[in-house]
């Protein structure tokens, strides 16, 4: 892998916003003049002959690559990929993926990748999505909403990046459901003192009910306005290499004990 510079959006479960934070982040980037696109190696669910997180990020890359180079691997069915490309009587082409992701490093200043539903989430029948982290070796920023057990998903994310030997960039929290805003600062505070990880942003809850008809690109525009107030976003990138960096968390390890 060419050294460049990048960042690997992960979730703590699927439908969290990594796209959404993936996206705006693309977007911030390019504005601020530097040559960034987004990646994600697989996308599954199609709605109406299209993959909406895959449209999301070639928006936000400008469309300077072709949306196959931007996601390569698309399968219709709104399942794990190992299990929706079975469906299609396939098996995931990962060296793809990692090939368009090595050309990419190469052509541009910056490449944010999005991982697909968790960090445990299986690529293929060999690889999970920390495994394709670890071989691209970027930062790993988590993204997690603000519901009850937040806590937990959040710190077992953290845990199994740093066990990977990845570098956490942060933590960012999506408030996906306004009945949850009142437990993002009690979260955020226990995530920040269990794990050593900071709680970048907080992200409030962005809805389209005044226009259900608006394009995504409009809660993009939400998220960069929230994004650019609380985040240096140039901060946030790493070089290709740190997945041989030791962990910068501070999880406090216990014996266990009968």
């Given at each position: 892998?060419?050294?460049?510079?990048?960042?690997?959006?992960?979730?703590?479960?699927?439908?969290?916003?990594?796209?959404?934070?993936?996206?705006?982040i693309v977007r911030i980037l390019r504005e601020q003049g530097v040559d960034a696109v987004g990646f994600k190696p697989v996308a599954t669910g199609e709605v109406g002959g299209s993959w909406g997180d895959a449209v999301a990020l070639h928006e936000a890359s400008g469309k300077v690559e072709p949306?196959?180079?931007i996601c390569p691997l698309r399968f219709a069915l709104p399942l794990a990929p190992t299990l929706a490309a079975a469906r299609e009587g396939i098996e995931p082409d990962t060296n793809l993926a990692r090939n368009i992701v090595v050309d990419l490093c190469e052509r541009h200043s910056a490449v944010i990748v999005e991982g697909v539903g968790g960090i445990l989430c299986p690529i293929d029948s060999n690889t999970?999505?920390?495994?394709?982290?670890?071989?691209?070796?970027?930062?790993?920023?988590?993204?997690c909403t603000a519901q009850l057990g937040t806590i937990n998903h959040t710190l077992l994310t953290i845990r199994e990046i740093e066990r990977c030997r990845l570098r956490v960039a942060g933590v960012i929290m999506n408030i996906t459901r306004a009945s949850d805003a009142h437990l993002a600062e009690g979260s955020k505070a226990e995530i920040e003192r269990i794990s050593g990880c900071k709680v970048l942003?907080?992200?409030?809850?962005?809805?389209?009910?005044?226009?259900?008809?608006?394009p995504r690109s409009a809660l993009v525009a939400r998220a960069i306005a929230s994004l650019i107030r609380q985040v240096e976003v140039k901060s946030l990138l790493g070089s290709e290499g740190s997945a041989k960096s030791k962990s910068s968390g501070r999880f406090k390890r216990r014996r266990a004990t009968d």
């Amino acid at each position: 892998m060419p050294t460049t510079q990048g960042l690997f959006v992960t979730g703590t479960d699927t439908d969290v916003g990594k796209t959404l934070v993936s996206a705006a982040i693309v977007r911030i980037l390019r504005e601020q003049g530097v040559d960034a696109v987004g990646f994600k190696p697989v996308a599954t669910g199609e709605v109406g002959g299209s993959w909406g997180d895959a449209v999301a990020l070639h928006e936000a890359s400008g469309k300077v690559e072709p949306i196959e180079r931007i996601c390569p691997l698309r399968f219709a069915l709104p399942l794990a990929p190992t299990l929706a490309a079975a469906r299609e009587g396939i098996e995931p082409d990962t060296n793809l993926a990692r090939n368009i992701v090595v050309d990419l490093c190469e052509r541009h200043s910056a490449v944010i990748v999005e991982g697909v539903g968790g960090i445990l989430c299986p690529i293929d029948s060999n690889t999970l999505v920390v495994d394709f982290a670890a071989q691209i070796g970027f930062p790993v920023l988590v993204v997690c909403t603000a519901q009850l057990g937040t806590i937990n998903h959040t710190l077992l994310t953290i845990r199994e990046i740093e066990r990977c030997r990845l570098r956490v960039a942060g933590v960012i929290m999506n408030i996906t459901r306004a009945s949850d805003a009142h437990l993002a600062e009690g979260s955020k505070a226990e995530i920040e003192r269990i794990s050593g990880c900071k709680v970048l942003a907080t992200l409030p809850h962005f809805t389209t009910d005044d226009d259900p008809d608006a394009p995504r690109s409009a809660l993009v525009a939400r998220a960069i306005a929230s994004l650019i107030r609380q985040v240096e976003v140039k901060s946030l990138l790493g070089s290709e290499g740190s997945a041989k960096s030791k962990s910068s968390g501070r999880f406090k390890r216990r014996r266990a004990t009968d």
